[in-house]
Structures are given as C-alpha cells and as structure tokens.
C-alpha cells in the first residue's frame, strides 16, 4: 500500500490496509454497529453536503406518477423508471428524503462560522489518507470529510439528533470523537510535513429543531478543538494506547473481550442488584 494521499471511493477505503480511528475505537472494545438505514443516511448526507453534483448523479427521487394511485399506465411508467435508473447506476430514494437534506445543506453553508472560518471552502472533500508510523511499526490511515489546505484546517460532519453543547459533548466521548480529532490532525501533519493544529466539527440535527408547519429550522453548530487542547491531548493518549494494544494482540494472539479460557455463565451484575418481587407466582 502506497502513503500519502489517495483518491479512494469509501467501500475502497474500508478495504484498503491500515489501521482506521474506527478500528482503534474497537481495540477499547465493542462498538455499536450502525443499521444499514443509518449507513445509507450518513453517506447520502455527506454527499449533499460535500459533493452536491455528485449527490444528483448517485440518487434519483422516484417520480409521483410512478407511484400507486397514480392512474393508468402507473406499472409500465414505474418500470421503465426502474430500468433507466439501474441503467445509470443510481439509487431510487422517495421524494420526501430530499427536501431534509436541502435544509441541512442550507442550514450548514449558511452558518457565520463556517463562511467565518472557510471551513467548506478552498479544499479537497473525502480525502483518504495513508501513513506508516515508525514508532510503532504500523500502517494507519484516516479519511477526511473536508481538508482546507490554504487555512490548515480539518472539518468533519456530524449528525446528531441532538447537536447543543452538554448533548454533542457527551456523544463525542463516548464515540471517541476525540480520537478522531487528534488521529486525523497528527497523521495529516505527518503526511503533509506542514502543521495542522485546528479542527472543527459541524453538527447539525437529524430533524428540525422547530417545525413550524411551512417553516422548518435546522440547528446547527460548529465546534473546534485544537491541537494543544486537552480534548486532542486526550485522544492522542487513546491513539498510544490503541496502536500499543494492537502489537501486543498482534504478537500474543490475544485480542480484547475474547479470552481463550472457559468461562462460567452468571448473571449480570445488575439482575442481581435488582429488587423484584417474585416473577414466579
């Protein structure tokens, strides 16, 4: 595997070599999975967000008179659209989904920090990155939502359904969003050979945050860590420990939270902590 930068798809990237921030994450131990409806949103999100034109080329809203109840002709209508679709190799989504994802969109470019900042401006989007780290002997790769290169600044999307401080906070640690941060802002300066020590988050709710019937308002916020910060020192540490319980695993053949020896069934602690009254009567 060559270093450096490479223009990846993401199903390329998630195949490629390298030790990710998700792998590191699950080296702690077990993650949370996300459905398959929560991977088609974030990826069909970043695109509207990130690659606009490419969003257009990739989806296609299926038409009202292809839907039933639409009058005569609606199966031969529906099929030929069918075909024509997986022709151009695009995903049929209902017109519905599309309205949300133009909001955000606008809700996100529109915000005074991200024009501020340039935080979607004068970059590259979905880079991959690859960086063989000598201090531990492994290869490591990253994959960035937007690198302003002229500023030095990463951006990453989130959505959340829930993007205010105390709420957005708490989900980044428990997701080791910290990790994140100072995976991707140490192995892009180690790349580039050029200092990158800002990085920012742009969240946004996954459903208005006030509906008032015609008028839906999207929240959004924007947050930024930088690298002598005790959020990157942090994740920093998480990446040591990460690459450091890899070679050991690596050399031993031991992974976390799968141990080679028998264990005896029990209950969980809290079952027993639990005051019932007789579930047998």
């Not at 960086?131 to 302003?148: A, E, G, M």
């Not at 969240?203 to 690298?227: H, L, Q, R, S």
Request: hydrophobic share 35%; proline share 5%; charged share 30%.
């Amino acid at each position: 595997m060559n270093t450096g930068w490479l223009r990846l798809s993401n199903d390329e990237y998630h195949a490629a070599e390298g030790l990710s921030k998700s792998k590191m994450s699950f080296l702690f131990g077990p993650q949370p999975k996300p459905s398959d409806e929560a991977m088609e949103f974030g990826e069909m999100f970043h695109a509207s967000i990130l690659e606009p034109a490419e969003f257009d080329n990739r989806y296609i809203a299926i038409p009202e008179d292809c839907k039933m109840g639409s009058g005569p002709g609606m199966k031969s209508r529906k099929e030929a659209f069918l075909a024509s679709a997986e022709a151009e190799g695009k995903k049929i989504i209902d017109p519905k989904n599309l309205e949300p994802f133009k909001k955000m969109r606008e809700a996100i470019i529109s915000h005074p920090e991200v024009i501020k900042n340039g935080l979607l401006e004068d970059g590259e989007t979905e880079l991959s990155g690859f960086w063989f780290d000598p201090d531990y002997q492994v290869l490591t790769k990253i994959r960035i939502d937007y690198i302003n290169k002229k500023n030095r600044i990463i951006t990453e999307l989130k959505t959340t359904r829930d993007c205010t401080e105390h709420a957005f906070f708490e989900q980044a640690f428990k997701l080791d969003y910290d990790l994140q941060a100072a995976h991707e802002l140490y192995t892009t300066t180690r790349i580039t050979e050029v200092i990158h020590d800002r990085f920012f988050f742009i969240t946004v709710n996954k459903k208005p945050t006030y509906d008032f019937g015609d008028n839906e308002i999207w929240g959004v916020m924007v947050y930024e860590t930088k690298a002598d910060s005790e959020f990157i020192t942090n994740g920093l540490l998480k990446r040591a420990r990460a690459l450091t319980i890899y070679n050991e695993c690596k050399e031993s053949g031991k992974w976390p939270n799968y141990s080679q020896e028998l264990k005896m069934m029990s209950l969980p602690g809290w079952v027993l902590r639990k005051e019932y009254k007789g579930i047998i009567e």
